[in-house]
Nanobody, 123 residues
């Protein structure tokens, strides 16, 4: 069907930067909204940033001015540029997408999650 594969996580010092990528694959016809969520230890999963097919962007208040989301429709990929990282940004970051795909018979809508990539901000 459809898969989301994240990459780019890792260990970074406070004040550093990371760029996450999420590539969607499968019989995708349309990617509507695609974005990033994160879940820190002991906390609920929360929206970080999302971008629609018309490039309307929504950021969590906590990351405005710090993170930048973008998408490349030719590659079915979404990016999250994270700057000036702080310990509070430590979390597993998940890619999420609302897609329309072809299942060999008809088109169908589906919400898909990636497996997550760990971002650790520590000195």
């Amino acid at each position: 069907q459809v898969q989301l594969v994240e990459s780019g996580g890792g260990l970074v010092q406070p004040g550093g930067s990371l760029r996450l990528s999420c590539a969607a694959s499968g019989s995708i016809l349309i990617i509507n909204t695609i974005g990033w969520y994160r879940q820190a230890p002991g906390k609920e999963r929360e929206l970080v940033a999302a971008i629609t097919s018309s490039c309307t962007i929504n950021y969590a208040d906590s990351v405005k001015g710090q993170f930048t989301i973008s998408r490349d429709n030719t590659k079915n990929t979404v990016y999250l540029q994270m700057n000036n990282l702080e310990a509070e940004d430590t979390a597993v970051y998940y890619c999420n997408a609302d897609v329309v795909f072809w299942d060999a018979v008809r088109s169908r809508s589906l919400e898909v999650w990636g497996q997550g990539t760990l971002v650790t901000v520590s000195s």
